[in-house]
């Protein structure tokens, strides 16, 4: 279900109920969706089993010294813009 921001605002106890029983909670503003409302259970399967999957992933790259980042020296194309 989605929601206007100020009623949101007003019924929030509803909106938390509503998250419980019937899943995610969209909140608009003019229109647009800015915010979810969801349960904890829901939350915490979206983090994972640890909540550290996403921390976990980017941690698991290359130290950045082992990054080659070196810039290709070779001249840049010429472009014609036929003026």
């Known amino acids: 279900m989605s929601w206007q921001l100020q009623e949101a605002k007003q019924?929030?106890?509803?909106?938390?109920?509503?998250?419980?029983?019937?899943?995610?909670?969209?909140?608009?503003?003019?229109?647009?969706?800015?915010?979810?409302?969801?349960s904890l259970e829901d939350y915490d399967r979206l983090l994972g089993e640890n909540g550290n999957e996403v921390k976990d992933f980017l941690l698991s790259g290359p130290e950045l010294p082992?990054?080659?980042?070196?810039?290709?020296?070779?001249?840049a194309r010429v472009v014609d813009f036929g003026s």
């Not at 106890?13 to 419980?20: A, K, T």
Request: charged share 35%; hydrophobic share 40%; proline share 5%.
């Open 11 to 38: 019924k929030f106890s509803e909106v938390v109920n509503r998250s419980l029983a019937e899943g995610p909670q969209f909140v608009t503003r003019r229109g647009e969706e800015v915010a979810v409302i969801v």
């Open 66 to 75: 082992d990054l080659d980042i070196r810039r290709d020296e070779a001249p």
